[in-house]
Antibody, heavy 121, light 107 residues
């Protein structure tokens, strides 16, 4: 069974930093691209970041570029998101998401349960 | 960046109704379009991928269509468990983006 379990969330002050982790199991982690998606309270979904299976290529939403860093450890079946210079606008539930490639493109087929990050003084 | 616009933003319907949600992309995305369902307090669930392909385990009352810039998600006969929020997503650009969501409520 595929499982994605986020950890590391919580309350942080504006300007602070936080590192989210995602523990993957039930599939060959090194074979899949991975993403982070967030959802502010009462709002819609926002794609945050992407990393290739090897970890060699990353992309970021404009809203987090230069502040967030996605990384992975394929040996440990782990995905991370290092977040710096946090502002209240970064308050959200953060989801770790597996990306599946199909003949018609790519889709997000498995999602973690989500981890709340609150940025407040 | 590609912008995704869903309509309507909210919709009231009854059990048994046929419902259609529309998603429009700001530029052509071929069929690189997915649909997700999100229940309150839960993670999203993949329903439709590549515009018209039903994800395994998803009831056949869900269907998707479209290509280019205009797409639809149709639920042929609403069931109580279908009242949720629906999102479209484009994966044509590596800067993936979602629509703002459509909240489907019970009339």
């Amino acid at each position: 069974e595929v499982q994605l379990v986020e950890s590391g969330g919580g309350l942080v002050q504006p300007g602070g930093s936080l590192r989210l982790s995602c523990a993957a199991s039930g599939f060959t982690f090194k074979s899949y691209e991975m993403n982070w998606v967030r959802q502010a309270p009462g709002k819609g979904l926002e794609w945050v970041s992407y990393i290739t299976a090897s970890g060699g290529t990353t992309f970021y939403a404009d809203s987090v570029k230069g502040r967030f860093t996605i990384s992975r450890d394929n040996a440990q079946y782990s995905l991370s998101l290092q977040m710096t210079s946090l502002s209240p606008e970064d308050t959200a539930v953060y989801y770790c998401v597996r990306e599946r490639a199909s003949a018609g493109g790519v889709e997000f087929d498995y999602w973690g349960q989500g981890m709340l990050v609150t940025v407040s003084s | 960046d590609i912008q995704m616009t869903q309509s309507p933003s909210s919709l009231s319907a009854s059990v048994g109704d046929r419902v259609t949600i529309t998603c429009r992309a700001s530029q052509a995305i071929n069929t690189y379009l997915n649909w997700y369902q999100q229940q309150p307090g839960k993670a999203p669930r993949l329903l439709i991928f590549a515009a018209s392909n039903l994800e395994s385990g998803v009831p056949s009352r869900f269907s998707g269509s479209g290509s280019g810039t205009d797409f639809t998600l149709t639920i042929s006969s609403l069931q109580p468990e279908d009242f949720a929020t629906y999102y479209c997503q484009q994966t044509s650009s590596t800067l993936y983006s979602f629509g703002q969501g459509t909240k489907l409520e019970i009339k």
